[in-house]
C-alpha cells in the first residue's frame, strides 16, 4: 500500500500547483499547514525541509530509493511527482523539454510578475503609481503570450495536458486581481475554462480553502509584515 505524501501546505497558487498534481494522480497525501501569516514558515523544522522558507514542499516516504525524500520548490516538486507517477510529463526528450520550457516560463515569469501585479494592486500599504503600472503591464503582455500560444495549440505543451498547465492554471484564477479581463484574451480564456472544468482541478483547487478565508479575515499590519517583510530565517 503506497504510503501518503506529506504536503507541506497554504493555500496559495504555488501550493495548488501540487494539490492538483495529487488528485490528479490519485497520489494518497497528509496536509501539514504551514500558516504563512503567523510565520509557520521560519520555523526551524520546516527550515530543514525548506531552506528558503517558502512552501510548498513535500516529504514522500517512498522516494526513488525507497527512502524518504523531501523537496521544495513547486516546479521540482512538480517534475518530481511526474517520474514517480509516469505521468503528466511525456518521456520523449522532445516532448518532454516542451513541457519544460513551459514549466520555467510559468516559475521565472508568470509566478514572479503575476505575484507583484496583485501584490501592489491588492496589498500593497499604500499606492504606488509606477509598480501598479508596471506589474500590471507586464502581466498583460504574459498574457497576450499565453493567448498566442493557446491559438496554436490545445495545451499549453502542445496536445496533451501537462504538469505546464498545472502549474499556470492557479495562477491565473485571481485575474481580475491582477488588472486582466480573460474577454481580452479569447484563446487563454478557452484554455482557462477547460482547464477549470476538471474535476481533480476542482478539488485540488478547494484544498485548504478555509484556511485562506482566516488569513484574509486577519489581515493586519503584524500578518502584513510577516508576509511581505524582509525577515531571515533563524539559524535555530
Known amino acids: ?72 520548490e513547486s516546479g521540482a516538486i512538480l517534475v518530481y511527482l511526474a517520474d514517480k507517477t509516469g505521468r503528466f510529463l511525456p518521456q520523449a ?24 501585479a496583485h501584490h501592489f494592486r491588492k496589498y500593497s500599504p499604500e499606492e504606488v503609481p509606477y509598480a501598479i503600472e508596471r506589474y500590471t503591464d507586464e502581466a498583460a503582455r504574459l498574457y497576450g503570450v499565453m493567448d498566442g500560444r493557446f491559438s496554436e495549440a490545445e495545451y499549453v505543451a502542445g496536445g496533451e495536458y501537462t504538469i505546464a498547465d498545472m502549474a499556470i492554471y492557479p495562477w491565473l484564477v485571481s485575474h481580475e486581481d491582477q488588472g486582466q479581463s480573460m474577454d481580452d484574451f479569447p484563446d487563454l480564456k478557452r484554455w482557462f475554462e477547460q482547464i477549470g472544468e476538471r474535476p481533480a482541478v476542482q478539488r485540488g483547487m478547494q484544498v ?18 510577516t508576509l511581505f517583510g524582509n525577515r531571515r530565517p533563524s539559524k535555530g
Open 1 to 72: 500500500m503506497t504510503q501518503p505524501i506529506d504536503l507541506y501546505y497554504w493555500p496559495t497558487p504555488n501550493g495548488k500547483k501540487i494539490s492538483i498534481f495529487l488528485e490528479e494522480a490519485g497520489l494518497p497525501y497528509n496536509i501539514v499547514p504551514v500558516n504563512i501569516g503567523e510565520g509557520d514558515q521560519f520555523d526551524p523544522q520546516f527550515l530543514e525541509i525548506s531552506p528558503n522558507n517558502k512552501m510548498p514542499a513535500i516529504i514522500d516516504p517512498e522516494g526513488p530509493d525507497g527512502e524518504p525524500i523531501s523537496l521544495f
Open 93 to 116: 526528450v522532445r516532448d518532454r523539454y516542451e513541457v519544460m520550457q513551459w514549466l520555467m516560463f510559468q516559475m521565472a515569469h508568470v509566478g514572479p510578475m503575476l505575484g507583484q
Open 208 to 225: 485548504g480553502a478555509e484556511l485562506r478565508q482566516s488569513l484574509n479575515r486577519d489581515m493586519d499590519d503584524e500578518t502584513r509584515e
